[in-house]
């Protein structure tokens, strides 16, 4: 398969990497990783040992191959403009997969791609970039993916297959929306705290403080994604973000990442995207807006 990942920080990078070994890739991503991938390969470290040669470039103008998928992994705020980026090299049987965090990514995406090419997913892989070239694989996850119907394509039977044999854990949803429902609702819980308070995972659970604000955290976006008719309950999504915590505990969240690295948070796309809808049916946002608040505080410190 013909394979291009747009967007090739860390996690863009690791499944790429295990990717290429089956499969034609291409990453597309920005120097000086992208700079160093070209002169030394990339090198993956951690739960997957992995140093491989692959064709990389700082823009899809740059892509000489036709791709069967084109797999976007840029943080939510570059969505719109990677999704221009990448039309000139979508031909008709290309797949578009979106593996990102958030809740406004679909909508985006949708605004600029035919729905048709369009597959969604999630993945809970750790991985951190370490040093150009370099990243490491912080913890194993899953993957899920699913079209946007619910149909099991062939298609996307066929993306199952070609993830499952790189060693991606990868399974199909039948609700794949309700998939990123809960996945943006233990973000809410985890991401923010943690990079407030400049702490591993783990340490949410440790404390007890931490612990509590978390359930409530998870409860408030829970009522909002009801109020949206997601299926979901409190009870459950508490003991699913829990289960996260406890398999994450000595990964760094990708929001605090980007607080140390000075960069923009995702904040916006996954718990003020909640603060926006929770408003519209009039639910109570405030722990969202709290969180919001302060992440954007020390965001704009920096």
């Not at 969604?120 to 194993?140: L, M, V």
């Not at 008719?229 to 829990?242: C, D, N, Q």
Request: glycine content about 8%; proline content about 2%; hydrophobic content about 40%.
């Amino acid at each position: 398969m013909n394979i291009v990942i747009v967007g090739a920080g860390a996690i863009g990078s690791l499944h790429g990497g295990l990717l290429a070994k089956k499969n034609k890739v291409v990453l597309v991503g920005r120097a000086p990783h992208i700079t160093a991938i070209q002169k030394k390969g990339l090198t993956v470290k951690g739960k997957t040992r992995l140093s491989i040669k692959i064709p990389s470039v700082e823009s899809t103008k740059d892509i000489s191959i036709i791709p069967d998928l084109i797999l976007l992994t840029v943080k939510t705020y570059d969505t719109e403009t990677a999704s221009k980026q990448i039309l000139p090299i979508i031909h008709n049987q290309t797949m578009v997969l979106f593996l990102q965090n958030g809740l406004d990514n679909l909508e985006k995406i949708e605004q600029i791609i035919e729905k048709k090419h369009i597959i969604a997913g999630i993945s809970t892989q750790g991985a951190i970039i370490s040093k150009p070239g370099e990243i490491i694989h912080t913890g194993k996850g899953k993957t899920i993916l699913g079209e946007l119907d619910g149909h099991r394509s062939k298609r996307l039977k066929t993306l199952v297959c070609t993830f499952t044999e790189a060693g991606i854990e990868t399974q199909i949803s039948d609700d794949i929306v309700k998939e990123i429902w809960i996945k943006a609702i233990i973000n809410s819980s985890i991401n923010p705290l943690t990079a407030f308070f400049g702490c591993k995972n783990g340490y949410l659970l440790e404390n007890l403080l931490l612990e509590k604000i978390v359930e409530l955290v998870c409860t408030e976006s829970t009522l909002i994604a009801s109020s949206e008719r997601i299926p979901v309950s409190s009870l459950k999504t508490i003991k699913k973000t829990k289960e996260v915590i406890r398999d994450t505990a000595q990964n760094y969240s990708s929001m605090l990442q980007s607080i140390q690295q000075g960069k923009k948070t995702e904040i916006d796309s996954i718990n003020g995207k909640l603060i926006r809808i929770g408003t519209n049916h009039k639910i109570d946002t405030s722990l969202n807006r709290i969180l919001t608040e302060l992440i954007t505080s020390i965001s704009s410190s920096k």
